[in-house]
């Protein structure tokens, strides 16, 4: 009974786990922020105390008549050893938070490269609408597709479906072009075409980061080459032909020997 009851619990623990919804990198942050601020406090306290200790146990050591030690009382060797753990806590810590904040970073920037990728398709899917007859464009806008019951086909979007064909013929006849406004007039567009937006996206930006990293690694071996100084007492050599042109400036002028 006793081994039923303990199993009941414990699947109850774990569906209860189960159940607890993912926190959101923001929520992340703010609890991480959190444990950091608390670990310095404690770690700051900690080293104020263990030098604080070591004073005292000095100060003892000089009415006893004792002298100087290198070795570590317990107590501080203790707290030498909490400050330690603290500090390699607080380091994993920092180190989560880097890495949350690098990946809501990355996903911006993909975010700004669907939008970036979007508007350049909007652009080649206007130029071509331009190239339609006027039969066609008022065809799409009633049903969606040309005049032949085809649906759209697009070099930049690809095969359009009716409904989609017929909302952008309806903002291109309508003159908007730039993204925001057609987002606008079409909310659902960035996301009817998010998973090839995103594969794209995050292949740019991908490749972005890579060459600035590789550029930022140049830039850092340049600034490590440093000109070797000249040592001291070291002189420039002097062709022979100079100094004898200067040792004898006659010949120079005349062509020959005094």
Do not use: C, H, W
């Amino acid at each position: 009974m006793e081994g039923q009851e303990r199993l009941g619990v414990e699947g109850s623990e774990i569906e209860q786990t189960a159940e607890q919804p993912e926190l959101s990198p923001e929520e992340q942050l703010k609890g991480l922020d959190g444990q950091i601020e608390s670990q310095e406090q404690e770690i700051t306290k900690l080293t104020e105390s263990t030098q604080d200790t070591r004073s005292r146990l000095s100060v003892v050591r000089e009415e006893l008549r004792l002298p100087p030690t290198s070795e570590e009382s317990p107590s501080v060797a203790s707290k030498k050893d909490t400050l330690e753990k603290l500090q390699v806590e607080q380091k994993e810590l920092k180190k989560q938070r880097e890495e949350i904040v690098s990946k809501q970073e990355k996903e911006k920037l993909i975010k700004e490269e669907k939008e970036k990728i979007l508007q350049e398709r909007l652009n080649e899917l206007f130029k071509e609408f331009e190239g339609f007859n006027s039969n066609d464009l008022e065809s799409i806008l009633k049903s969606g597709k040309t005049q032949e019951g085809n649906n759209v086909e697009s070099k930049s979007m690809g095969s359009l479906k009716p409904e989609d064909a017929q909302n952008l013929v309806k903002v291109f006849k309508e003159g908007i072009r730039l993204l925001p406004k057609v987002l606008e007039a079409l909310p659902d567009l960035l996301n009817k075409f998010d998973e090839d937006l995103t594969k794209e996206a995050a292949e740019r930006v991908e490749k972005r980061l890579e060459e600035e990293k590789k550029k930022m690694k140049e830039e850092q071996k340049k600034g490590e080459k440093i000109e070797e100084p000249k040592l001291y007492g070291q002189e420039e050599k002097v062709p022979s032909a100079e100094i004898k042109q200067e040792i004898d400036p006659a010949k120079n002028m005349s062509g020959e020997g005094i």
